[in-house]
């Protein structure tokens, strides 16, 4: 069992940054993918980023890409993501995710993923 919780959101004016980070308890995430997802109001969850195991390997959605920072520390049992130039499009929750049964790949299908966050809210005024 492993369990993830979100926090770093809140409300921000375009342009503006903010840092997201998922702390995971109950087993270690170091042997494991690990993913951001989003999901505005009336839309489908979307992948923002992820990335594998030892983050050699590390893709971003198109939309983020330039924008956003996946990072994590395996021995805090911590992933991170940074959001710069902020867009009142990025507004949404953000969820954090492991994916116990691949280390070495990074999906983007969010029913690969076995563990997921309560989210954090993420607020992107113009």
């Known amino acids: 069992q492993v369990e993830l919780v979100e926090s770093g959101g809140g409300l921000v004016q375009a342009g503006g940054s903010l840092r997201l980070s998922c702390a995971a308890s109950?087993?270690?995430?170091?042997?494991?993918?690990m993913g951001w997802f989003r999901q505005a109001p009336g839309k489908e969850r979307e992948f923002v980023s992820g990335?594998?195991?030892?983050?050699?390997?590390?893709d971003y959605a198109v939309s983020v890409k330039g924008r956003f920072t996946i990072s994590r520390d395996n021995a805090k049992n911590m992933v991170y993501l940074q959001m710069n130039s902020l867009k009142p499009e990025d507004t949404g929750v953000y969820y954090c995710?492991?994916?116990?049964?691949?280390?070495?790949?990074?999906?983007?299908?969010?029913?690969?993923?076995?563990?997921w966050g309560q989210g954090t809210q993420v607020t992107v005024s113009s």
């Open positions: 995710a492991a994916d116990l049964t691949g280390g070495s790949y990074v999906s983007r299908v969010h029913d690969v993923y076995d563990y």
């Open positions: 109950g087993r270690t995430i170091s042997r494991y993918a």
């Open positions: 990335t594998v195991w030892s983050g050699e390997i590390i």
